[in-house]
């Protein structure tokens, strides 16, 4: 997996390095045209090699990327979905043009394997030419080496040395110059002087970094061709050194040495040369050509080397054109707020029972899915391939689902394969997307779930599709899989229920006669049933399977992420017969609780497997309530703010996780007030209805000397000093921006986002993570009581500024 | 009458025997480390080089000649060097972008853009 990243980096970067080249070389004609020193030239060429190597930049809005395109990405997922999406290409009017021309998109593809070997073979051959470049470079260094040992030392650290025709440097960190015999003395001057500069300079190790990180380029034509021209850069810029150091007499003299070294009379067995005749001929023609250059030649030499390097060395400054007075960071987290927005309020009209698709249309779409997924069972290639983009047929041939001969397309491989009636379940659908399970079967009695996510576009005639991926779930890790797989874990009257499919029997009379074989003998133990029939993994480091005698189910628990799910499991053919998965029917997806108070809060999954409802136990009391829930696994204690006269909770509140992707949680917190009439009302806490009071409490103030203080509770909270470049004329300001981090017995955490503004313009954002005391009002409502600033998760400000 | 020949190293590396001869070898890699720049290794090598080609004897540690100086010459040695991160680019590189070995015909051209440039001044 790392290798398949690193090779991801380093493709994604060969594609900025091409136009960080093509600027060096547009700049390299341009100093070739204004006579600049080819030590300018020279020095452009550190630009990208820094670029090669560095794996950070600085952003800013002078980048060549804010103008010229945004760096279209090769995203490599971990699953092998390999969408090679090139957006945005070459935007070159950049200011104000959102629009955007897509070159192509692969809307998606089908999910095996194939694809991510591929690339995986890809990445190993890239690994193996760095290998070969590597062992190439070792090899001629112990070569060279050899060679040079019999040299003899003339002076001071100037060898002389047989089989050479040129001289060089050798050596890394004691270099020496290495000269063929018999060169004229008077030539011998400037040669040596010509080395010795080389060493000066570091010119050595400078090639030598540039050749290694070229090599790990290797693929990329244009990398190779930086090196050789810098390397022509590097040599001719020498050459202008010895002309300034020794004067124009000296130039004819020279060239010819250059000419000697080239034509080398001694050379008999040289193969292609390194100084070929386009080198020396432009060596030769600067030399002759060369003219100490003016003071302001030199100005702007540096000026535009200068310039070149900010513009080339930093990286986009983010949506500079889309919105200037919004950073990254605050973007961001707008749009995790509106995600969960969204998300809620797509939850809300569900529970409504709101449909968003017409009838008319939604029968028409149905009637095309069924179509679909019966074709797809039946293996009906002609009606597959009639539905099917090309963009679909491509990804299906490749992943070898379809595949074409003469007498047509075939669809599909024998076994295992979803067959016959039940062998598809539609379970969501609106009008451009559907997921669709399989359940494929071999000739023995199991059956393994495959889920598809179609995308479809109507055309003039019907549907067509436009996007496949199918994912083979049979090796299930997650709790995101487990639910994919078996839609909120529900399993009765489902195809995956053994009992009703018949399957069950077939299982329960092959076991039977073979308890002791390994593994029809397991079939009689609830855990390793459970495990195979609900294509668990294996591992035991990924899922713990554990049997609950007195709930009559297993605890399913995914290891990798702390999640936890309740199947239940039966014994339909009698005491001694073998135990296959059910829905559970118990309630033990605990979601919060508080033991004293004598509060349970539990997820309850509906007939129809949707995890849309809570139970509240309280004491004796049990409450249903209409409540999307997420995960289980993870939960936090019930927090109690007030009790009725006979000491029943009054008001509480509870947190639960709703979303765990692994890098982001998503907690939700809710709050519950006993009305007058003894029932209980359930109101979700929503961050967006405190910014009014958390404005109220805390201020942001900036003295004199640019130092901010954040002010609250009438003390500093959090001090933080503004970068002097900044300016005197910077204000904070409270953006519209409060992000719900967390709730415990501390209070409520929330991210606090402040920009800082100069005329006008934002600067800088800064999120502050504070903790807030809350407490409960008789208006029924929470109220901000104190505030504390949580440095632990302080996110320290100007990120927009110092670094992406 | 014929010359035997050496290469320059080697010719270099006899004149300091012949000078000295005959000579301890352990002297001999000292005079070599100091006239010629010479590792240890690198004496013994030649010695034993040389006293295959049978230049130089070497019995009990004593190095003796047995050519005279008069009867040989150094020679130019052959140019084979594949060149690394010496003088140039890397063989493959040299390749890839197409450049050649500098033909008769391109060295008569330089040549006459020099000459032409000397003229001028």
Known sequence: MRLIEWFSEICNRSIEISYVIATVFLLRFLFGKLKLPKKYSYYLWGIPLIRMICPVSFSSIFSLFNVVWRVPAVRIQSNGYIPFQMQEPLNITGAGSGSTASIMQVVSEAPDHTGYFRILLIAYVWIIGILVLGLYSIFSFVRMGKMVKTAVRREGNVYECDHIGSPFVFGVVFPKIYIPFRMEESELRYIVMHERFHIKRKDHIVKLIFFFTAAVYWFHPLVWLAFCCMVRDMEMSCDERILVELGDDIKEKYSMSLLAFATNHRMNLAGPLAFGETSTKKRVRNVLNFQKPKTWIAIAGVLLTAAAAVVCLTNRKKDVTQAPNQTEAARKENIMDENRENRVEKLASVKRGEKKVSSESSKSVHAFLTKWAEAFCDRDADTIVSFSSDIVKESLEENEMLSKDQGGYTFGWSSPWPVGEGGYRILEEDEKRAEILYYAWTSDPHLTVWRESLEFRETGEGYQVSGDSIEELQEISSLDEFFKAYPGGVISNTMMDYEANGLGEFLNQNAEGQKESAYYGGFFTPEWSVRHLLNLSQDEALVSVEYMEDTSSVSIQFLREGAMISVGVIQPYGENGIWIPASYSGSSNLLAENEEEGIFIYGLISEEGNRDKIKMIIGEEENDFDCDWGYVGHWNKVEVYEKTEDGLPKVFAFTMLFENTGTSEIWRMFMVNRNDSGSYDLAEFMPKDYMAQARDMVEFVIDGEGVVKIWGNGKALEKETIPPESGSSVKAVLLDNLAFMNADESGLTMSLAVGYQENGKTVGVASHPLVFKVEYSEKSEFVLKDVKSDADRFVKPWPALSEE | ?121
């Open chain 2, 1 to 121: 009458m014929e010359y035997l020949k050496l290469c320059d190293s080697d010719y270099r590396f006899m004149q300091v025997v012949w000078k000295n001869a005959p000579v301890n070898s352990g002297e001999l890699v000292r005079l070599c480390q100091e006239e010629l720049g010479w590792k240890k290794s690198t004496t013994y090598t030649t010695i034993k080089k040389l006293c295959q080609k049978g230049y130089i004897e070497n019995t009990n540690a004593t190095v003796t000649v047995r050519i005279s100086r008069e009867r040989v010459q150094a020679e130019e040695s052959e140019y084979f060097v594949e060149r690394t991160f010496g003088g140039s680019l890397p063989q493959f590189l040299a390749a890839f972008l197409g450049e050649k070995t500098i033909s008769e015909k391109e060295a008569e051209k330089i040549k006459a853009m020099i000459d032409e440039h000397r003229n001028r001044e």
